[in-house]
T-cell receptor
Framework: DSGVTQTPKHLITATGQRVTLRCSPR?????VYWYQQSLDQGLQFLIQ???????AKGNILERFSAQQFPDLHSELNLSSLELGDSALYFC??????????????FGPGTRLTVL | LAKTTQPISMDSYEGQEVNITCSHN???????ITWYQQFPSQGPRFIIQ???TKVTNEVASLFIPADRKSSTLSLPRVSLSDTAVYYC??????????????FGSGTRLSIRP
């Protein structure tokens, strides 16, 4: 158990809909990352937040957005869903303290199925 | 951009030592090398991390030559439960933007009885 929690575990929805995925980082971690993993694909980095602020952006679509709240949990919002958005979405957290290496710890993921 | 190259797949047998090599020719001075293990439908699990020479923990060893252009993950006496995909990452330092992290396709390790 990495200490990172994600809800829901599974999500089934229809095209055009909007969903919200939630992530709670490990206790004490200030940084949250979101990744997308399609079937038999590697992990694609989407976005990173650090202490409430966006830190880095990867291959995140404009239909997707994220935020990190004062209690450090994060939400990934996916809108106007398409069939191709079906994937596993992982959240990772790290301490991201100055002077330390940024080791990421991953949650169990949310499997999104768009029908 | 710290790109890594790993074998797509490897096969071995229970009880053997498995070495997976990753090449990262354009590794930056501040970059660390990190290995993750991923089982199907699960999040990647941190295995080991190093900067140079050799690092060992209860799970694996990581060998990094002086030029740091490659690294080798060594799994001693593998078991069936070590069947997974192994990712080599370069970066993850405070000086590298997360936007440059690339997991790649990883190495699919299959262990046979």
């Amino acid at each position: 158990d990495s200490g990172v929690t994600q809800t829901p575990k599974h999500l089934i929805t229809a095209t055009g809909q909007r969903v919200t995925l939630r992530c709670s980082p490990r206790s004490g971690d200030l940084s949250v990352y979101w990744y997308q993993q399609s079937l038999d694909q590697g992990l694609q980095f989407l976005i990173q937040y650090y202490n409430g602020e966006e830190r880095a952006k990867g291959n995140i679509l404009e239909r997707f957005s994220a935020q990190q709240f004062p209690d450090l949990h994060s939400e990934l919002n996916l809108s106007s869903l398409e069939l191709g958005d079906s994937a596993l979405y992982f959240c990772a957290s790290s301490a991201y303290d100055r002077g330390r290496v940024d080791t990421q710890y991953f949650g169990p993921g949310t499997r999104l199925t768009v029908l | 951009l710290a790109k890594t190259t790993q074998p797509i797949s490897m096969d071995s047998y229970e009880g053997q030592e498995v070495n997976i090599t990753c090449s990262h020719n354009n590794i930056a001075t501040n970059d660390y090398i990190t290995w993750y293990q991923q089982f199907p439908s699960q999040g990647p699990r941190f295995i080991i991390q190093g900067y140079k020479t050799k690092v060992t923990n209860e799970v694996a060893s990581l060998f990094i030559p002086a030029d740091r252009k490659s690294s080798t993950l060594s799994l001693p006496r593998v078991s069936l439960s070590d069947t997974a995909v192994y990712y080599c990452l370069v970066g993850l330092s405070l000086y590298s933007s997360a936007s440059k992290i690339i997991f790649g396709s990883g190495t699919r390790l299959s262990i046979r009885p």
